[in-house]
């Protein structure tokens, strides 16, 4: 079927992996340290200076607006040496053409040091910490490949980042373990004065396989759900108490992602978070070695597109695959989400947890459905007030005030 998006309506993304799947941690839950698996004959996972530059140079000429977003993601990125990403900085001017440059590293911090810190305050760069609340929570998946624990180094180079005035956000996976405490997650992040934060739960299904361990694909069915995986009344019960926290005290000054996209469908604007777009497919992904795939969360041999050293970023992220690709995800709902009275706010969020059967028996149901519901259910007349303040042109901030009146 033929594609009804305009090939170009939307900016062309692609994040970039100059490391590969590589990585001095181990976490448990990891969806990419297992990509290696993919490129068995290339273990080292270094893109080359060559590779670096056909990239930078086609991703600046293939946009369509003056602003071009670069995201460099791992693996850990930090395990490229930090001349890497001055010769990053260098190819960016070299083609700019007259556009605005950005970029955003995502890290799990433990390499940071001054240095580092001090390049990306002088060049502006956006850091995004992987970090999964206090101690005790963070530990319990995120250590290193000897099973050593990792939260007091991220510690230091969170310190590191506000020592030199870096810009950063965090990122907290949300899991069986800590999702059962909101509030104490909450309050770490306010306390390290983390302004930005990402929730992003985690699920995965377990398909055994000869060379060990992997995430099935979204293709795969009846896999055993991975004991880390966040449950969908966890998730929902920690969606609605964070936000309780947050409608009363913070609106305005603590950012949450999911909260912010929630509002942005409420009022019939662009979720900043893709899992809740209407459709997907318009950030794709580009390998150490050029390969392209539809998606992060897609890097299976299935869903590569193609090579940048033969078709084009634009051929490939714009091409009748991949525009079908993300409408699918509007195309393939269930009756019942079609049904569903906060179908505007949800989109059936991310297509990779569509493995659950809805209440008729039809596949396709979001694993996490129940809990999603839950928590519009529960935020809607909040919701409905801060829009009403948006169309008045006052802020939403506004609706602190209107529950500490009684209004709310």
Known sequence: MKSTIAPFARPLYVMSKPIGSACNLACDYCYYLEKAHLYKENPKQVMSDELLEKFIREYIGSQTMPQVLFTWHGGETLMRPLSFYKRVVELQKRYAGGRTIDNCIQTNGTLLTDEWCEFFRENNWLVGISIDGPQEFHDEYRRNKQGRPSFVKVMQGINLLKKHGVE?????????????????????????????????????????????????????????????????????????????????????????????????????????????????????????????????????????????????????????????????????????????????????????????????????????????????????????????????????????????????
């Open 168 to 408: 950063w956000n965090g990122m907290a996976v949300v899991n069986d373990y800590n999702a059962d405490y909101p509030l104490e997650f909450y309050h770490f992040f306010k306390e390290i004065g983390c302004r930005y934060i990402q929730f992003a739960p985690i699920v995965e299904r377990i398909f055994r396989h000869a060379d060990g361990r992997h995430l099935a694909t979204p293709l795969q069915a009846g896999d055993k759900l991975a004991d880390f995986s966040v449950s969908p009344e966890q998730w929902g019960n920690f969606l609605y108490t964070l936000f309780d926290e947050w409608v009363r005290h913070d609106v305005g000054t603590y950012f949450i992602q999911l909260f912010d996209s929630t509002l942005a469908n409420w009022v019939g604007e662009q979720p900043g978070v893709c899992s809740l777009a209407k459709t997907c497919g318009h950030a794709g992904v580009i390998e150490f070695n050029g390969d392209v795939y539809a998606c992060d969360h897609f890097v299976f041999p299935e869903f590569k597109l193609g090579n940048i050293h033969e078709k084009t970023l634009v051929e490939m992220m714009y091409s009748e695959r991949q525009q079908a690709f993300g409408e699918d995800k509007q195309r393939t709902l269930p009756q019942q989400c079609k049904e569903c009275e906060f179908l505007f706010a949800c989109n059936g969020e991310c297509p990779k947890n569509r493995f659950a059967l809805s209440v008729d028996g039809e596949p396709g149901l979001n694993y996490l459905c129940k809990g999603y519901h839950q928590f519009f259910n529960h935020v809607a007349p909040y919701m409905d007030f801060m829009k009403r303040e948006l169309l008045a042109e006052r802020p939403p901030a506004n609706v602190m005030e209107a529950i500490r009146k009684g209004e709310l």
